[in-house]
């Protein structure tokens, strides 16, 4: 399985009182991960798509899974995966580690449709972005 990989250091905003990461920050950690992957791994980056081309990927299903805390200063690993493309949609998979010991702390498979932002409507995922998210497709 080929994944994209995001290192991303758990700050103090994303702890609660008990100095645990709190559950939202886990999807923000996916988000930073997309938004990595394109940065990285495409000829497009996702403030361009969203700006210039008007175009965008809202999430409109999760799937998660908490296996164990991050804490405020560990260094989370965030593996990305493409799981399936569709007309319109893309599911990955994530997978959030901790650095130091290579503990699974959470899992999620999210789909994203692209939808253009002036009307928010579903639109078919261009040649080019389809061919992005192939580079990472798992078998």
């Known amino acids: 399985m080929v994944a994209?990989?995001?290192i991303q250091k758990i700050r103090f905003d994303d702890?609660?009182?008990a100095g645990i990461v709190y559950y939202p920050q886990y999807f923000h950690l996916c988000h930073k991960a997309f938004e990595d992957f394109f940065d990285d791994s495409a000829h497009v980056s996702y403030p361009e798509l969203i700006r210039v081309r008007r175009i965008g990927f809202p999430t409109?299903?999760?799937q998660s899974e908490f296996h164990a805390p991050l804490a405020y200063g560990d260094i989370a690993v965030v593996e990305l995966t493409v799981l399936t493309i569709g007309k319109t949609?893309?599911?990955?998979?994530?997978?959030?580690?901790?650095?130091r010991d290579g503990q699974l702390c959470f899992n999620a498979d999210i789909t994203n449709v692209l939808v253009g932002l002036d009307d928010l409507?579903?639109?078919p995922i261009e040649n080019d972005l389809r061919d992005v998210f192939t580079n990472l497709l798992t078998d």
């Not at 893309?90 to 650095?99: A, E």
């Open 4 to 6: 994209f990989k995001s």
């Open 121 to 123: 409507r579903p639109r």
């Open 15 to 17: 702890v609660d009182g």
């Open 60 to 62: 409109v299903a999760i």
């Open 89 to 99: 949609s893309v599911k990955l998979g994530y997978d959030i580690r901790r650095q």
